[in-house]
């Protein structure tokens, strides 16, 4: 089985109230929906549910959404993996937070599905205002 994953930086944190709103538009597109940490999330994601209808097999499609940087746990692997790069010349900020969407079983559908909940996630999460 192979993976992917795509990436949403952020400016802020993650404010409770729309860690909130992400964790309830999860349980709504999976059918296998398990918080492991705060703001890590395992799920088994029903493609319809996003909209993918032209699939080539039944079942879930395994994914995970992880919330990272300080207060929500892997800030080693955030820190890192932002120390190499200034991305403000490419984004217009510097990212304290992230969000990761891994696709754990990739195929070309996994790939739609990937794309489609980081859309869907741009959504639900904004950074929270000092």
Same mark, same amino acid.
């Given at each position: 089985?192979?993976?992917?994953?795509?990436? /949403?930086?952020?400016?802020? #944190?993650? #404010?409770?109230?729309?860690?909130?709103?992400?964790?309830?538009?999860?349980?709504?597109?999976?059918?296998?929906f398990e918080e492991e940490r705060r703001g890590s999330f395992d799920l088994g994601v029903v493609p319809e549910r996003?909209?993918?209808?032209?699939?080539?097999?039944?079942g879930l499609r395994p994914f995970a959404v992880v919330v990272s940087g300080p207060a929500f746990g892997d800030e080693d692997v955030f820190e890192a993996q932002h120390a190499d790069m200034d991305l403000r010349p490419f984004i217009g900020f510097a990212p304290t937070h992230d969000v990761g969407v891994i696709a754990k079983d990739w195929s070309?559908?996994? /790939?739609? $599905?990937?794309? $489609? #909940?980081?859309?869907?996630?741009t959504g639900y999460l904004r950074p929270r205002r000092p």
């Open positions: 089985m192979r993976s992917g994953s795509e990436g /949403i930086e952020l400016a802020g #944190a993650v #404010a409770d109230a729309e860690l909130d709103r992400l964790r309830l538009f999860l349980r709504g597109v999976s059918d296998r996003l909209g993918v209808l032209d699939s080539d097999r039944d070309r559908h996994a /790939i739609e $599905t990937s794309q $489609t #909940a980081c859309r869907e996630n």
